[in-house]
């Protein structure tokens, strides 16, 4: 049976495993561009390319566009009797149509609960305590296709979303092969989704992670499981994050930075006669070799800001070249007639 594997992340690597490992070895495999990672910025194949090229697998695609014809055109050419996609991109019809036997999706979640592109943080943050994975057909209208496999799997109180990710990506990739078997076969019984029971799982972005502490506990609890480790919630945005705006915080002005622990005076009026006041307001951070804020977009410093947000400052302290200033309370040398 001739297949077309189409991935991009970790979550999609077993399933590639899986297949090949059965039998069913792609005869292409469709990712995502090569992007540039790390210091370098060294264009980086993805996870699904790499176990591609390890496994043995020649034809390797990757579009910059789905919606190309010419990407369409790549995989007519094919001759598909089934394509297989784990966590990809939104295909178009002149793309899944080509398949004989059908394109499948696996999805993070017992559809139709959370639809979307983030059904396994959703799902933790709304404290469930199960979830699973499904297999459908696809439709132009995205998670809506008919039901192939489902798999359920519970959600411990404490796990957060990154371990249900790992757990479910194996879980998945067995029932990607059973799939496929079952297609093969000819006894993949499809049955529509109740759209009456859908519900929503949205890409999560920035503003997600900000976490209201007015809410109670057990919520608070499974919000940081469901964004955890990554976006990692709690990230400060500026006098938008949640402790910027719960109720009874000043939002007229912008919160300051603490200021690190320093034995310089950072004024004239606090110096002590005799010593110079401290060159600038930030000599004492420097000389502190304190925390030192990243500045963000709104130019403001969150007191909840930590970790991600916040570098050390190893920069040593400037020196004080200035001489001392006179002390008015001692008498001068000079002759009182010189000084009127």
Known sequence: MRIVFMGTPEFAVPSLERLVAAGYAPVAVVTGPDKPRGRGQQPTPTPVKEAAR????ETILQPESVRDPAFAAQIAALEPD???VVAFKILPPEVFTQARLGAFNLHGSLLPAYRGAAPINRAVMAGET??????????EQVD????ILQHAMPIGPDETAGEVHDRMMELGADVVVET???IEAGTAEARPQDDRLATPAPKIYKEDARIDWTKPAEAVHNHIRGLSPIPAPGRCTGTSCSRCTAPGATTSA???ARPARSSKPTSASSSPVGQ??????????RAGGGWRPRPSSGATTCPSARGSDRVPDLRPPLPNLRPPLPDPSFPTSEPAFLLS
């Open 130 to 139: 199960e979830t699973g994975v499904t297999t459908f057909f696809l439709k």
């Open 180 to 182: 496929v078997r079952r």
């Open 276 to 285: 110079a006041p401290s060159r600038s307001s930030n000599s004492s951070n």
């Open 54 to 57: 390890r496994l043995g697998i």
């Open 254 to 256: 912008a919160p300051t």
């Open 144 to 147: 809506t296709g008919h039901i």
């Open 82 to 84: 089934v394509i297989v």
